[in-house]
C-alpha cells in the first residue's frame, strides 16, 4: 500500500500534543489557556505547512494489518481501559480516568487540612474523560483503550520505518523482547523454580527484581511488560524513539524532532530525562539540519516552561534518592556482593543481547547504528547506579527509551543474522520472553482467553488519598502556594 509520509507525520505529533488542548482549558487561567493554545495552533500550523505532501512510500500489507491486529490482541489483554486483568498499576490509572471524569478541573484535595492540586503527567489519562468522560466513566476507559491503540500503531510504525522495511514480525518480536530471569528462578528456588513461575502465571506475578535476587532495587522491564504495568510510560517512549531513530537513519535531519520531544513532558517526564541523550545523538549526527525554525526554537520551549512548571510543583523531598550501593551489613551484603549483584543483572538483562549484536554483525554496521548501540550500552550500564523513588522508578523508567532501542537493533539483527548465529538469537530471545508470556497468559487465563471489556466498577475505584498508602501523595499533588499554581492556575 501507497503511504503519504506527511500524513503520518502530522497525525503523531496531532497525537501528542492533543492531551494538551483539556489540561490548557482545565488547569490555566483563561488569559494564559488562551495564549498556550495560540501557541500549540501556531507551532502545528507551521509544522503542517513545512510537510512534504507529494513524499510517498510503500508500505506491506501485512505490516498493517496482520501487524495491527496482533498489536490489537495484545492490548485487549493489557489491562488498558478495561480491557484484559487489571495489574496493579492500573490502580492508578482507575483511579485518575474515575477523577478526572466526575471532578471539576482543577482538581483540588485535602492533605492534613491543606488544599493541594493535582500535578502530574496527564496526556496518557486526560483524553479520555475530557472525551468519553462526558458520557460517564466506563466510556472515559474506552476512548483510552482506542488512543493507546492509536499510540502503538504511530509507534511501530515508526520503528518499522526506522529498518527501511516495513516487516510485521517486528511487532511479535517486541512483545516477547525482554531480559534473562530464568536462571534466577532457579538460582532463588531451586528444584521449585517451575511451580513457581507456574503460580506465578496464575496469580498474575511477575519477573521484576528476580535478578537483583532483592539485594539492590534494580529492574529492567520487557517491552510487554512496560505497556500491561506503564502503558503511561511506554507509549511515550516507543513513538519518541521511533522518531529519534527516523531523524538519525533515515531522515538525517533533526527537523521537527525538537518540537516533538517537548510536546513528551507532560507524558512522561522520566521518559524525556531518558530520550534527551538520544535526542543530543541525533542533534550531533544530523549537525543540526532542519532544527533553526520558530517553532523548535521559541515556541516549544515556552510551552515545555508552562508544562514544566506544572510538573514541578510536586514536593519531592519524601521520595528516596541515593547511590545505589548503600551500606547493608545489618542485611548481611558486603558492598562485594552488591557489585556482583549488579554485574549479574546486566549480564541476564542486557548484556547478552549486546554480544549478540556486536557479533553477529559487528562488521556491517553503519555509523549511526553503532553511535545509538553504545549510546545505549552505556546508558543501561549506568542508569542503575542512582536510585530514585521507593520503587527505583529511575532505573525503570529512563531505562526504557534505551530498551527499546535495543530491542529494534536486536530485530535488525535478526533480519540479516548468518545461518550459524541463528541458534544463539533464538535461545536468547525465548528465554527473554518469560515475562511477556506470563503477563499475557495469566491475563488471557483470568477472562477465558477471550478478550473482555470491563473496567472495574465505578463505585469501587478509590480516590487518589486512598490508594496513596505505601507512598506519598506529595508526589501527585502540589501546594497552591507554588508557582504554577499561585500565577498560572484557575482558581476554584
Not at 371 to 389: D, E, M, N, V
Not at 416 to 425: G, S, T
Amino acid at each position: 500500500m501507497r503511504f503519504k509520509i506527511a500524513y503520518v507525520r502530522i497525525l503523531t505529533i496531532l497525537y501528542l500534543a492533543f492531551p494538551l488542548i483539556p489540561f490548557y482549558l482545565g488547569w490555566l487561567k483563561p488569559v494564559y489557556a488562551g495564549l498556550c493554545l495560540l501557541l500549540l495552533f501556531l507551532s502545528f500550523y507551521f509544522f503542517v505547512r513545512k510537510q512534504d505532501l507529494t513524499e510517498v512510500e510503500v508500505v506491506s500489507r501485512r505490516f498493517i494489518f496482520v501487524g495491527g491486529l496482533i498489536l490489537l490482541f495484545w492490548l485487549m489483554f493489557s489491562g488498558v481501559g478495561g480491557f484484559g486483568y487489571q495489574f496493579h498499576d492500573h490502580v492508578k490509572n482507575n483511579t485518575l480516568a474515575k477523577e478526572l471524569s466526575n471532578l471539576s478541573w482543577p482538581i483540588s484535595y485535602n492533605v492534613d487540612g491543606e488544599t493541594m492540586y493535582l500535578s502530574h503527567y496527564l496526556s496518557f489519562y486526560i483524553v479520555g474523560p475530557a472525551t468519553g468522560g462526558i458520557l460517564g466513566y466506563k466510556y472515559a476507559q474506552l476512548v483510552l483503550f482506542i488512543y493507546t491503540y492509536l499510540g502503538l500503531v504511530f509507534g511501530v510504525f515508526w520503528f518499522g520505518r526506522a529498518l527501511k522495511q516495513y516487516n510485521w514480525k517486528l511487532v511479535p518480536f517486541l512483545i516477547l523482547f525482554g531480559g534473562i530471569s530464568l536462571f534466577s528462578f532457579f538460582i532463588k528456588f531451586g528444584g521449585g523454580a517451575f511451580t513457581e513461575i507456574l503460580t506465578r502465571v496464575k496469580e498474575h506475578g511477575y519477573v521484576f527484581w528476580m535478578n537483583s535476587f532483592d539485594v539492590i532495587p534494580l529492574n529492567f522491564m520487557g517491552v510487554t511488560d512496560m505497556l500491561y504495568w506503564t502503558p503511561q510510560h511506554f507509549l511515550p517512549a516507543l513513538i519518541g524513539v521511533g522518531l529519534c531513530l527516523n531523524a538519525a537513519l533515515v531522515e538525517k535531519s533533526t527537523g521537527y524532532l525538537p518540537y516533538a520531544l517537548s510536546l513528551l513532558a507532560m507524558w512522561s517526564p522520566m521518559i524525556l530525562a531518558g530520550l534527551f541523550p538520544v535526542f543530543a545523538l541525533v542533534v550531533l549526527s544530523t549537525r543540526f539540519r532542519g532544527m533553526w525554525s520558530v517553532t523548535n526554537l521559541i515556541i516549544a520551549p515556552i510551552l515545555f516552561l508552562v508544562n514544566a512548571s506544572f510538573l514541578l510543583a510536586i514536593d519531592s523531598e519524601e521520595l528516596v534518592k541515593n547511590f545505589i550501593f548503600q551500606p547493608q551489613s545489618e542485611a548481611g551484603y558486603s558492598l562485594l556482593h552488591q557489585v556482583v549483584v549488579y554485574f549479574y543483572f546486566l549480564l541476564m538483562e542486557v548484556l547478552l543481547w549486546f554480544v549478540l549484536l556486536f557479533y553477529a554483525k559487528r562488521k556491517n554496521w553503519s555509523v549511526a547504528s553503532k553511535q545509538f548501540i553504545y549510546l545505549s550500552l552505556g546508558a543501561l550500564i549506568l542508569i542503575p547506579l542512582y536510585r530514585f523513588g521507593l520503587w527505583n522508578d529511575w532505573c525503570n523508567r529512563v531505562s526504557v527509551p534505551y530498551l527499546l532501542i535495543l530491542a529494534f537493533f536486536a530485530f535488525k539483527t535478526f533480519l540479516d543474522l548468518k545461518p550459524r548465529w541463528k541458534p544463539a538469537f533464538y535461545v536468547i530471545l525465548a528465554l527473554g520472553s518469560m515475562g511477556a508470556l506470563m503477563d499475557i497468559v495469566g491475563s488471557a487465563r483470568s477472562s477465558g482467553f477471550v478478550p473482555t471489556f470491563k473496567p472495574p466498577v465505578e463505585g469501587q475505584v478509590q480516590t487518589l488519598p486512598e490508594i496513596c498508602v505505601s507512598y506519598p501523595i506529595t508526589q501527585f499533588v502540589a501546594s497552591e502556594e507554588t508557582f504554577f499554581f499561585k500565577y498560572l492556575a484557575k482558581t476554584k
